[in-house]
């Protein structure tokens, strides 16, 4: 049977673009479809040229002049680039056919390969209770609101934001935008259906990020639903439980779908499932393997919310399966992630609740707060925590962080726990003083405290009062 590529790549996500460029570096005859326009690409671009330069002015001082679009964030993806690395860039938008054989067709070409992965940007996930809120009006309301936001020059032109902007939904975009507006003397009202803002994390750690969006002027409704979306004149109003709220602008945070519906996967042998009535998530084994194995799966496609690093890692384990045997396997709890709230959330592993109720009495936790950290003191950054979740026997289990420099942090835990060290290891590494990593040597201490010292006490006491004598 002759194929006329290695991998086709259906979507023009970061993680699409990423995987496309590193099968052509192993030499694979690569084709990537990507719709006229990928809005959620654009999206992700636009997020991470806002956190570049918010970076920049925080940490040193750039001018507030710089314009996101600035920024070279999105020339390694434009089409002539990828083409000039040998990638077969096709613009348009196609469905698979199953048959005579197994293809992807678009402009009238069938597009046939030993294996296909799944790619897509994604859209808001809308819930279907919502009176005057569909697909096309949630990305609508996005958009608007994203053309004033990410337009400004670092925040420092406030003249289009709006007086009050109503959130709906608590995804980590969400909650990113509403600190940065309500800093800018914005009015933001944050409305959840659960009872605390990301009720699927650490409880502790969200609490503290939930404490300091209050202290910042954020309106934050829990457990209350939006029942319908009107526009009246050039307001917007809000029916969240039993009040209705007046805003300026509207942005839809409850979450990402991939744009899957016209690819036509039920025809191919590939399942999915709607998750909370809000998105649809792909069925995929441990390899990204769908329920047809040809046809691989990375970027957010089984993720409630998009991690770009979580897709990238994806992406490469699905490429060398796809390319090469299907032995490799996803170990997403080892994968750091983080909220660029400030202070930031990071975290890896398992949380406390997970972690009981898979190991029971064996699980210890250990809790070390950022105001007891010398850089923390100097700095006046003292809001924070390490909280780490390990077995009796030192085994990481889950690491979260909350803290300005959170994101920087996780990552020697995620290490530690990839290679499989155990909490001992940090403890008995003298960490640079005074610096914030100290929190990461202080909560694993707590652990050898506990490990040495404790089952040790009566007999210790014991001896010395004896020697004393």
């Known amino acids: 049977m002759n194929f006329d590529y290695d991998l086709v790549i259906i979507?023009?996500?970061?993680?699409?673009?990423?995987?496309?460029?590193?099968?052509?570096?192993?030499?694979?005859?690569?084709?990537?479809?990507?719709?006229?326009?990928?809005?959620?690409?654009?999206?992700?671009?636009?997020?991470?040229?806002?956190?570049?330069?918010?970076?920049?002015q925080q940490r040193f001082s750039l001018s507030p002049e710089l314009s996101f679009y600035d920024l070279p964030v999105g020339e390694p993806y434009s089409p002539g680039i990828l083409a000039s690395l040998g990638i077969d860039v096709i613009i348009g938008e196609g469905q698979f056919c199953p048959k005579p054989r197994l293809a992807f067709e678009v402009k009238d070409r069938l597009l046939r390969s030993r294996a296909y992965l799944l790619a897509p940007a994604s859209s808001p996930a809308i819930p279907n209770y919502i009176e005057g809120l569909n697909q096309a009006k949630a990305e609508q309301l996005n958009q608007q609101f994203l053309a004033n936001f990410i337009?400004?020059?670092?925040?420092?032109?406030?003249?289009?934001l709006p007086k009050h902007l109503i959130i709906i939904g608590g995804s980590p975009?969400?909650?990113?935008?509403?600190?940065?507006?309500?800093?800018?003397?914005?009015?933001?009202?944050?409305?959840?259906?659960?009872?605390?803002?990301?009720?699927?994390?650490?409880?502790?750690?969200?609490?503290?990020?939930?404490c300091q969006l209050e202290a910042d002027g954020i309106r934050l409704l829990t457990n209350t639903s939006v029942s319908q979306i009107k526009r009246i004149n050039d307001?917007?109003?809000?029916?969240?439980?039993?009040?209705?709220?007046?805003?300026?602008?509207?942005?839809?945070?409850?979450?990402?779908?991939?744009?899957?519906?016209?690819?036509?996967?039920?025809?191919?042998?590939?399942?999915?499932?709607?998750?909370?009535?809000?998105?649809?998530e792909l069925i995929l084994n441990k390899k990204l393997q769908t329920t047809r194995f040809s046809i691989y799966s990375c970027s957010h496609l089984s993720q409630k919310y998009r991690w770009t690093n979580m897709a990238i890692y994806e992406a490469?384990?699905?490429?060398?399966?796809?390319?090469?045997?299907?032995?490799?396997?996803?170990?997403?709890?080892?994968?750091?992630?983080?909220i660029f709230t400030q202070p930031q959330f990071a975290r890896v592993g398992l949380t406390e609740a997970q972690a009981k109720e898979r190991y029971g009495k064996d699980v210890l936790v250990f809790r070390q707060y950022e105001k007891n950290v010398t850089a923390a003191q100097l700095s006046g950054e003292t809001t924070g925590i390490c909280k780490v979740i390990t077995r009796r026997?030192?085994?990481?289990?889950?690491?979260?962080?909350?803290?300005?420099?959170?994101?920087?942090?996780?990552?020697?835990?995620?290490?530690?726990?990839?290679?499989?060290?155990?909490?001992?290891?940090?403890?008995?590494?003298?960490?640079?003083f005074p610096s914030f990593s100290e929190i990461n040597s202080q909560t694993a201490q707590l652990w050898r405290y506990h490990q040495r010292i404790r089952p040790w006490e009566n007999l210790l006491e014991g001896?010395?009062?004896w020697r004393r004598g």
């Not at 084709?31 to 992700?44: D, H, K, S, Y």
């Not at 337009?151 to 289009?160: E, I, Q």
């Not at 009040?243 to 996967?265: F, M, R, W």
């Not at 490469?316 to 983080?338: D, G, H, M, T």
């Open 151 to 160: 337009d400004l020059k670092c925040l420092k032109n406030t003249d289009n």
């Open 463 to 465: 001896f010395f009062n």
């Open 11 to 56: 979507g023009g996500s970061v993680a699409g673009v990423y995987a496309a460029k590193t099968a052509a570096q192993l030499k694979a005859r690569v084709a990537l479809v990507q719709p006229l326009l990928e809005t959620g690409f654009l999206e992700e671009t636009r997020f991470l040229q806002q956190e570049i330069c918010r970076f920049q």
């Open 235 to 280: 307001k917007i109003w809000v029916q969240a439980g039993d009040k209705a709220l007046e805003a300026d602008q509207v942005y839809i945070a409850t979450g990402n779908q991939p744009n899957l519906e016209s690819l036509n996967l039920d025809r191919v042998g590939v399942e999915t499932v709607k998750h909370d009535s809000l998105y649809q």
């Open 173 to 210: 975009q969400g909650i990113e935008i509403a600190q940065s507006v309500a800093k800018k003397g914005v009015l933001v009202t944050i409305i959840v259906n659960s009872s605390r803002l990301f009720p699927e994390e650490d409880a502790e750690a969200a609490f503290l990020i939930q």
């Open 316 to 338: 490469n384990i699905a490429i060398k399966n796809a390319l090469f045997l299907p032995i490799y396997q996803v170990k997403s709890q080892e994968i750091p992630w983080a």
């Open 393 to 432: 026997n030192g085994e990481l289990l889950g690491v979260h962080l909350v803290g300005n420099s959170a994101s920087e942090l996780i990552h020697t835990w995620a290490l530690a726990m990839q290679n499989n060290l155990k909490i001992g290891a940090i403890a008995s590494l003298p960490h640079i």
